[in-house]
């Protein structure tokens, strides 16, 4: 179900990211309310709507895009180039566009978002290939975090009713990796999931529901198979 009103607790994290489109807009989508459609407007729900096409969101959106296309089509012509010199000029081509990016961040292209700018990488965050993020509420990520291939992080979502999906309903809502977790390939994650420092979620699950901490979890719907060791906190 989508947010009546704005979250405080999104709208303090994302205090925190850099090239966020900050307006009473933003602040609706990220907490999770629903878009104004040709329907709403003919009530007096905008007060519980954002508007999506608000200037603002949308250039955020483009600039977004743009910086993809720069970020999936590089590659050094210089001879003398290699791994830590093309790391270090992806490292600031994604800061260009993303909210946080931690240090020792890897991301191999291709990478698809939705604004960049909702997202926080943690330290020594490393994604294989082809990582999809809409990130139309805010998505957090923790440190040491690994990403297989064709990894998709899904905040957006829609609700069952088909005449919502004609008056072009759609809502978000956050997603959260702890620290130290191996995301497998091919692994889908729905709106609202939060994942648990140092689990492991296996190949081609689809994560539904909250996965606790230092877990184990496969399957569609993903269900916790396994505990692992808690460690220490790193230093």
Not at 193 to 214: L, M, N, R
């Amino acid at each position: 179900m989508a947010a009546q009103e704005k979250n405080p607790v999104e709208l303090e994290k994302a205090t925190s990211l850099a090239h966020v489109p900050k307006s009473e807009e933003f602040d609706k989508m990220i907490s999770g309310m629903l878009p104004l459609s040709g329907t709403m407007a003919l009530t007096d729900l905008s007060s519980l709507s954002y508007n999506a096409q608000e200037p603002g969101l949308m250039k955020a959106r483009f600039n977004a895009r743009r910086w993809m296309h720069k970020y999936n089509n590089y590659f050094p012509d210089d001879p003398e180039a290699d791994f830590d010199s093309l790391a270090e000029v992806r490292s600031n081509m994604l800061k260009q566009f993303i909210g946080h990016v931690g240090e020792g961040v890897f991301i191999e292209p291709s990478i698809a978002v939705d604004y960049g700018c909702n997202i926080r990488l943690g330290n020594r965050f490393y994604s294989n290939f082809n990582l999809t993020i809409l990130d139309c509420a805010l998505v957090t990520i923790g440190d040491r975090v690994m990403f297989g291939p064709n990894v998709s992080i899904l905040t957006a979502t829609h609700e069952t009713e088909v005449q919502s999906r004609r008056d072009d309903v759609e809502y978000a809502k956050p997603i959260t990796i702890g620290d130290d977790c191996w995301i497998g390939g091919h692994v889908v994650i729905l709106p609202g999931v939060t994942i648990g420092q140092g689990c492991t979620i296996a190949a081609s699950s689809v994560v539904t529901k909250d996965i606790p901490a230092w877990s184990v979890a496969m399957g569609t719907p993903a269900r916790v198979v396994k505990k692992v060791t808690p460690l220490e906190a790193h230093s």
